[in-house]
């Protein structure tokens, strides 16, 4: 059975306005750009799940536009996209539907809208894909695929089992880095969130040799690797990540993960992150101002307790050697127009290496699309393709929808001046010299790069 993979890269503004303002400035979509040039982890995990009797082949649609037509020869095609891409992804899956070939679709927004998805495939898979492939594959080749998989009670995937992905399906010359996950969910639930805590109902770790049988295999494609770590809140269980990271040491690679700020609070964890490769951490910082943090954490209304720690642990981060991709989101309920110069003052005040700014994005299935939708403030309920984090979708609470759509490309023209970038970065690195703090091996190679 001949089996194709199709990742729906490519990331951009829905509103053209928008891509001619400000978003083909460098910088304000660097981060974006980078997540859309990744290869789909989920789906290299697939084709690792695939008999190895099956022919495999992963193409990112970006590359398939470029083609005359669209590959064909397949008898099953599985897709993955995110919101912002979906009805790009139905309009392939039709078009393969019409051929007769069968088609999968799955991921977050499958998962939450199944009925939508439904009407472009032949078979979905809601939650997590692991558990089910072998049997969706098993079902195709008898010729009896079903509508849709769905784990059962009590099924759940579990990373002490995650398959080796096939890293060697890619060209590897096409990505500046590659993705490789370590842990799976998060402990904290923000209204905002649309990313793995939808899929999968507890925080999880992938054992330290199967992360090294990892690394390895795509050391084999790329000798000296950049590698992003593709978890949703890294250092979560601190003790199982120290074992992980004195592992990382002697592999000498250079990588990037997500965190939150209680990195700050252990001091062994920082210096073992810069020694085993740390080049840089995001968090989600999400404002700086106590009025936009309250409540957007569900569970313990974790970020407005950790505020008043902002500065500090960007120091303490920083000071190590280990640069940080603060990251802000304009328009949280409670805010108005006084955020745009109160984060331009934050990242000056701290030296932030890095900022990546986005608007409040109302993702289906988050708690804050039910909340906004019920309340009447969302302007286009059911286009996905506003899904971008640039486009505004909704009605804030303190300015109107024009005024923060404006807002964050006129932030964006000041944070990403050069000039702006300049001090920083010259400041981050005048702070490690009072600190005593080398360098590192790989640091301006990636400040180069990014």
């Given at each position: 059975?001949?089996?194709?993979?199709?990742a729906?890269?490519?990331i951009?503004?829905?509103?053209?306005?928008?891509?001619a303002a400000?978003?083909?400035?460098p910088?304000?979509?660097?981060?974006?750009?980078?997540?859309?040039?990744?290869?789909?982890?989920?789906?290299?995990?697939?084709?690792?799940?695939?008999?190895?009797?099956c022919?495999?082949?992963y193409?990112?649609?970006?590359?398939?536009?470029?083609?005359?037509?669209?590959?064909?020869?397949?008898?099953?095609?599985?897709?993955?996209?995110?919101?912002?891409?979906?009805?790009?992804?139905?309009?392939?899956?039709d078009?393969?539907r019409?051929?007769g070939?069968?088609v999968?679709?799955?991921?977050?927004?499958?998962?939450k809208?199944?009925?939508?998805?439904?009407?472009?495939?032949?078979?979905?898979?809601?939650?997590?894909?692991?558990?089910?492939w072998?049997r969706l594959?098993?079902d195709?080749?008898r010729?009896?695929l079903?509508?849709?998989?769905?784990?059962?009670?009590?099924?759940?995937?579990h990373?002490?089992?995650?398959?080796?992905?096939?890293?060697?399906?890619?060209?590897?010359?096409?990505?500046?880095?590659?993705?490789?996950?370590?842990?799976?969910?998060c402990?904290?639930?923000?209204?905002?969130?649309?990313?793995?805590?939808?899929?999968?109902?507890?925080?999880s770790?992938?054992?330290?040799?199967r992360?090294?049988?990892?690394?390895r295999?795509i050391?084999?494609?790329?000798?000296q690797?950049?590698?992003?770590?593709?978890?949703?809140?890294?250092?979560?269980?601190?003790?199982?990540?120290?074992?992980?990271?004195?592992?990382?040491?002697?592999?000498?690679?250079?990588?990037?993960?997500?965190?939150?700020i209680?990195?700050?609070?252990?001091?062994?964890?920082l210096?073992?992150?810069?020694?085993?490769?740390?080049?840089?951490?995001?968090?989600?910082?999400?404002?700086?101002?106590?009025?936009?943090?309250?409540?957007?954490?569900?569970?313990?209304?974790?970020?407005?307790?950790?505020?008043?720690?902002?500065?500090?642990?960007v120091?303490?981060?920083q000071?190590?050697?280990?640069?940080?991709?603060?990251?802000?989101?304009?328009?949280?309920?409670?805010?108005?127009?006084?955020?745009?110069?109160?984060i331009y003052?934050?990242?000056?005040?701290t030296?932030?290496?890095?900022?990546?700014i986005t608007?409040?994005?109302?993702?289906?299935?988050?708690p804050l699309?039910?909340?906004?939708?019920a309340?009447?403030?969302?302007?286009?309920?059911?286009?996905?393709r506003r899904?971008?984090?640039?486009?505004?979708?909704?009605?804030?609470?303190?300015?109107?929808?024009?005024?923060?759509?404006?807002?964050?490309?006129?932030?964006?023209k000041?944070?990403?001046?050069?000039?702006?970038?300049d001090?920083?970065?010259?400041?981050?690195?005048e702070?490690?010299?009072?600190?005593?703090?080398?360098r590192?091996?790989?640091?301006?190679e990636f400040?180069?790069?990014?």
């Open positions: 059975m001949r089996i194709l993979l199709i729906m890269s490519g951009r503004a829905f509103s053209e306005e928008l891509n400000g978003l083909t400035m910088g304000v979509v660097e981060r974006s750009k980078v997540i859309a040039s990744m290869p789909s982890l989920g789906l290299l995990t697939l084709a690792g799940l695939t008999p190895p009797d022919e495999v082949e193409h990112e649609i970006a590359d398939l536009r470029k083609q005359p037509d669209l590959p064909h020869g397949f008898d099953l095609v599985a897709i993955s996209s995110f919101s912002a891409q979906i009805h790009d992804a139905y309009a392939v899956a078009r393969y019409a051929r070939t069968r999968v679709l799955g991921g977050l927004h499958v998962t809208l199944p009925d939508e998805a439904a009407q472009h495939a032949d078979a979905i898979v809601i939650g997590e894909a692991e558990p089910l072998p594959i098993d195709a080749r010729g009896q079903k509508p849709r998989y769905q784990a059962r009670p009590g099924e759940h995937f990373l002490v089992d995650a398959p080796l992905p096939r890293f060697d399906l890619l060209d590897v010359d096409r990505y500046n880095r590659i993705p490789l996950q370590t842990s799976r969910g402990p904290h639930q923000c209204d905002f969130c649309a990313s793995s805590i939808l899929l999968t109902p507890r925080y770790v992938k054992p330290v040799e992360v090294l049988a990892e690394l295999a050391k084999e494609i790329w000798a690797p950049f590698i992003e770590f593709a978890d949703d809140n890294s250092f979560a269980q601190k003790k199982h990540y120290k074992e992980l990271l004195r592992a990382l040491i002697p592999e000498r690679i250079k990588w990037f993960t997500e965190a939150d209680s990195i700050a609070d252990d001091p062994e964890l210096d073992l992150m810069r020694e085993a490769g740390c080049r840089q951490v995001l968090i989600g910082l999400e404002s700086p101002a106590t009025r936009g943090l309250d409540g957007i954490e569900l569970r313990r209304n974790w970020k407005l307790k950790m505020h008043d720690r902002y500065e500090a642990a120091h303490a981060i000071s190590r050697g280990v640069t940080v991709n603060g990251c802000f989101i304009l328009g949280l309920d409670g805010e108005g127009e006084e955020v745009f110069d109160a003052d934050f990242a000056d005040r030296a932030l290496f890095e900022v990546q608007v409040l994005t109302p993702f289906p299935g988050t699309y039910d909340r906004l939708l309340a009447g403030r969302i302007l286009h309920p059911g286009d996905w899904c971008t984090l640039f486009d505004v979708n909704y009605r804030p609470t303190n300015m109107p929808p024009e005024r923060l759509q404006s807002g964050i490309v006129e932030l964006a000041r944070l990403y001046d050069p000039e702006f970038v001090h920083r970065r010259r400041r981050f690195f702070n490690l010299q009072r600190c005593g703090t080398p590192g091996p790989g640091l301006p400040v180069a790069r990014n």
